[in-house]
């Protein structure tokens, strides 16, 4: 073991060398670990397969590892090669989730909360422990669109929540029409109502997105939370902001699939008075 590998997984050397590979793999690979070191298997034999590591800080890590099995002073080792592909592989399902949510937008078959909740289930997969929210405007006031994970208690208490700094977060930034980011509500004075609420429901942590439509007029609020307290990782800010302009297209696309629908039936309504009247 080098030190660069066990860096990769957040601990030092020493506590490396003190784990069996099994206590390093994901659960769910621990059958497939036994297939690929079989006892009977010829020295200079490989094989190369992309596993999940268990990081020290609970995150996953996706390694494409290259293993040679060889003698070494009389014992059956094997010599591995490890690359991290945990990121390219998280753009691939990124991609791959965004390009679903286009077509099906696309086909009209779903109304938006459905579509969203789909939306949101799929980012929440990708990020466990992230709870993603998004609360469309009604004049003043914001009422929940779509929430697949947060417990329902929080979303009927932050029903109808008004825009305004001291309204939380989400309140802020539809204030502000301006990214709020809040590593620890709690400690926000300003927010006694906000910080009530996710104390209540053990969520800690609250990034908050502005879905502005092209004339910068506010259509809803992209809310994500945590349940510990944290700081915006790259990765996280990325697919946030790319989530962000995502929701926006989508929401613009109803606002303006459901004014032609009102138009319409106004058209109609017109039409069928006038040839009353005639």
């Not at 305004?164 to 802020?172: A, C, N, Y």
């Not at 429901?201 to 259509?219: G, N, R, V």
Request: a negative charge.
């Amino acid at each position: 073991c080098n030190e660069a590998a066990a860096e990769k997984d957040g601990y030092t050397k020493e506590e490396f060398l003190k784990f069996h590979i099994k206590e390093l793999r994901h659960p769910d690979d621990i059958g497939l670990l036994y297939e690929t070191d079989k006892p009977d298997a010829p020295y200079s034999e490989h094989h190369k397969k992309v596993w999940r590591h268990k990081k020290k800080n609970g995150e996953i890590l996706y390694a494409d590892v290259t293993g040679h099995l060889m003698d070494y002073h009389g014992k059956r080792v094997t010599l591995s090669i490890m690359n991290d592909v945990t990121e390219s592989r998280y753009y691939q399902a990124l991609d791959k989730l965004e390009k679903k949510i286009l077509e099906l937008n696309a086909g009209n078959d779903k109304s938006i909360r459905e579509l969203v909740n789909i939306y949101l289930t799929g980012i929440e997969s990708l990020h466990p422990g992230m709870y993603c929210s998004v609360r469309e405007r009604r004049g003043d006031r914001f009422c929940n669109l779509a929430a697949p994970s947060l417990p329902e208690g929080f979303l009927m208490e932050s029903e109808g929540i008004e825009m305004g700094q001291d309204k939380g977060p989400g309140g802020m930034t539809a204030f502000s029409k301006q990214k709020v980011v809040v590593s620890n509500i709690s400690t926000n004075k300003h927010w006694m109502d906000a910080c009530e609420a996710t104390a209540k429901y053990k969520l800690k942590t609250c990034w908050s997105y502005p879905i502005l439509d092209a004339k910068d007029e506010l259509m809803a609020t992209f809310d994500v939370y945590f349940p510990e307290i944290k700081s915006l990782a790259d990765l996280e800010e990325n697919t946030l902001q790319r989530t962000a302009q995502l929701l926006q297209l989508i929401l613009e696309s109803d606002q303006k699939e459901r004014a032609l629908k009102i138009s319409n039936e106004r058209f109609e309504y017109a039409a069928e008075a006038t040839s009353d009247i005639i």
